[in-house]
């Protein structure tokens, strides 16, 4: 199971960065109980060095009651440090598009305001992203059928500023 997840993680983290969308950090908390603190190592050397291993200490408070989540919950920040998303299961599971999309509007959207640690080229990038997601969409449209056909186009909004 854990040899799947760092692998899908692993394969967003490279999808993500060749569509340009750069210095995200990854971190995953491992569990703070003894038998999740011997697999420790295990777990470091599953993931690659872009992502982080964070061992927490069985003295301190859990991380997961401290952000009022679950140990498989994926929790997305935008630049600033705000919470933009909270993934619990079924939606923290990588073989859906909930976490990619999550990271997506955190990275191009001021969800939570603006940010003052904006990449100067990120409009061009995100506007690419926009595109191809559009162009998938429109894929997915059923044809049109009879005379008048009316193509509706869907647009995302984005915010810049």
Known sequence: FLFTFFTRLEDLRVK?????LVNISYVVVNHQGTYSQKKFHLLKESVSDYITVYQQDEQQVDVWTTLNGNK????IYDRCGRLVYHLGLPYSFLSFQYVEDSIKVAYCENKCGNCSYMEPDIDDICENITKKADEKLAELEPSPTGQHSHHHNLHRHRHHH
Do not use: H, I, K, Q
Not at 16 to 20: C, V
Not at 72 to 75: R, S, T
């Open 16 to 20: 993500l960065e060749n569509e340009g």
């Open 72 to 75: 498989d919950d994926f929790l």
